[in-house]
């Protein structure tokens, strides 16, 4: 399973991840044109793991985010609730393999992936440290 969206700011050890300042951004119309498609695809899949608390952006739009470490996954890619407000707001570049997988299942999560074995593995691969 591949993790996306993950920051250095989001675990309290040293990791070996770019801060949220460091990752790839555009406001380029190309992105404009499939952020939204990708922010729905973010938000409908299948949550592994569901917190409630709440965050400010780590970029300063001074948005709070609820629930922004709940986890989501198509089966692939584990990712956390706030990617989404981060791609979409802050724009945000998903990797382009990431990109190509959502376009390939027309922009609509796969329904019903997730099972005890694949949550364990989401799980283990966003918090992963080493």
């Not at 470490?69 to 609730?81: A, K």
Request: contains cysteine.
């Amino acid at each position: 399973m591949l993790r996306v969206g993950f920051v250095r700011e989001f675990f309290e050890a040293p990791v070996d991840l770019p801060r949220i300042h460091e990752l790839p951004r555009s406001d380029s119309g190309e992105w404009q044109g499939i952020a939204a498609f990708a922010v729905a695809y973010l938000a409908d899949s299948p949550v592994v793991a569901e917190f409630t608390e709440t965050d400010r952006c780590l970029l300063g739009c001074g948005e709070n985010l609820v629930g922004c470490s709940s986890l989501f996954t198509d089966g692939s890619w584990v990712w956390r609730r706030d990617l989404a407000h981060y791609a979409g707001r802050h724009g945000v570049l998903l990797p382009p393999e990431f990109v190509e997988r959502m376009r390939g299942f027309d922009w609509k999560p796969p329904a019903d992936v997730v099972d005890g074995p694949l949550a364990r593995l989401a799980l283990q691969t966003a918090w992963q440290v080493a």
